[in-house]
T-cell receptor, first 112, second 116 residues
Framework: GDSVTQMEGPVTLSEEAFLTINCTYTATGYPSLFWYVQYPGEGLQLLLKATKADDKGSNKGFEATYRKETTSFHLEKGSVQVSDSAVYFCALINTNAGKSTFGDGTTLTVKP | DTGVSQDPRHKITKRGQNVTFRCDPISEHNRLYWYRQTLGQGPEFLTYFQNEAQLEKSRLLSDRFSAERPKGSFSTLEIQRTEQGDSAMYLC??????????????FGNGTRLTVT
């Protein structure tokens, strides 16, 4: 079946540091890939998405590129802020099925 | 867009009791999903509806679990004879049917169930 593997956390960075959170996936067919973010006390919300190979999703300074050859969708941000502290979830939707499959989440803490 | 609404936010029940949760999706979304999340894990798929039709159920969904979406709008998730292992956050999400499965999910804030 489909699966998503995220780098284990927690991740602690200083403000303005570079962020990478690794995500790899296993799926049949051609999935669409997503990053969701969950801020403290809030529900999950979409951060960015990419629907086909080599697409780059971006939002709020975050970027991720759909790499079919390495089955990866790593999340990056050049300069993190304290307000980026949250749990980040990588997910896929397989075009052959309706459900989304999520990774276990990576907790990011950014210190001033 | 008023967002996905879930009720109640918290539920504490004794083992063996039945519980029912409600989800109101975003009004123009015809797909509705239920997920379960435990501490340190990502959301696990339980079931989903397209309009009023339940199209897929996870093997996680034992016979004690039942979900309905009678008029293709709100949905209910019932757990009968609750067990301590049912303690989790139950998440509802909805999405728009754009002719494909590329649409992102819009999540509610969840119902936290504690079984004592």
């Amino acid at each position: 079946g489909d699966s998503v593997t995220q780098m284990e956390g927690p991740v602690t960075l200083s403000e303005e540091a570079f962020l990478t959170i690794n995500c790899t996936y296993t799926a049949t067919g051609y999935p669409s890939l997503f990053w969701y973010v969950q801020y403290p006390g809030e529900g999950l919300q979409l951060l960015l998405k990419a629907t086909k190979a080599d697409d780059k999703g971006s939002n709020k300074g975050f970027e991720a590129t759909y790499r079919k050859e390495t089955t990866s969708f790593h999340l990056e941000k050049g300069s993190v802020q304290v307000s980026d502290s949250a749990v980040y979830f990588c997910a896929l939707i397989n075009t052959n099925a309706g459900k989304s499959t999520f990774g276990d989440g990576t907790t990011l803490t950014v210190k001033p | 867009d008023t967002g996905v609404s879930q009720d109640p936010r918290h539920k504490i029940t004794k083992r063996g009791q039945n519980v029912t949760f409600r989800c109101d999706p975003i009004s123009e979304h015809n797909r509705l999903y239920w997920y379960r999340q435990t501490l340190g894990q990502g959301p696990e798929f339980l079931t989903y509806f397209q309009n009023e039709a339940q199209l897929e159920k996870s093997r996680l969904l034992s016979d004690r679990f039942s979900a309905e979406r009678p008029k293709g709008s709100f949905s209910t998730l019932e757990i009968q004879r609750t067990e301590q292992g049912d303690s989790a956050m139950y998440l509802c999400a909805s999405s728009r049917d754009g002719g494909s499965y590329n649409s992102p999910l819009h999540f509610g804030n969840g119902t936290r169930l504690t079984v004592t």
